[in-house]
């Protein structure tokens, strides 16, 4: 080989080199959830949600519907994947419901479909989350008595927090 060939070679890999490096480096990674769950979205529904529990009659019962979970403990841990399957929950069975629909802030199911919508995107995964028995036990309890939908209501407050905590 001649030098010219060898020098016009070493010279057009070093080019590709450098300009395969700046694509990399100015390329966005993809955004996950704790990005793209906007700030203004989760407190407008925690607003509208503490205004609702004020509207609601008040629960005395002492069971809790929300599995316990958290975000920093080393047990029990919840993910947005746990996120998303209970956001589906509650725009399905709760906020959904005939005996809610009076109380609800006019634009409340818009912005909890656009929740939704966003988590649905950012969780990759269609495999159900560790705790997805727990879950569907929650599900089934709303859907028999017509008190769980108000009591699933009012703690929607907890996965907010969740949320909010993720972020």
Known sequence: MSPTI??????????????????ST?????????EKVRPKLVRDLWNWTK????????????????????????????????????????????FSSEVLEKFL??????VLHQLQSVLHTCVSSSEPSQFAEEIQEMETKIKKKHRSVMKAASEFTFVLGWISELK
């Open 51 to 94: 205004q609702l529990k004020e509207k609601l009659p008040e629960d005395k019962s002492p069971f809790r519907l929300v599995p316990r979970f958290c975000v920093s403990c080393s047990k029990r841990v919840i993910g947005w994947m746990e996120i998303k399957e209970l956001i589906d929950i509650y725009k399905t069975h709760v």
């Open 105 to 110: 802030h006019v634009h409340y199911n818009e």
């Open 26 to 34: 100015t390329a966005k990674p993809a955004l996950n959830c704790s």
């Open 6 to 23: 060898v020098r016009t070679l070493c010279l057009s890999l070093l080019v590709s080199f450098i300009s395969g490096a700046a694509v």
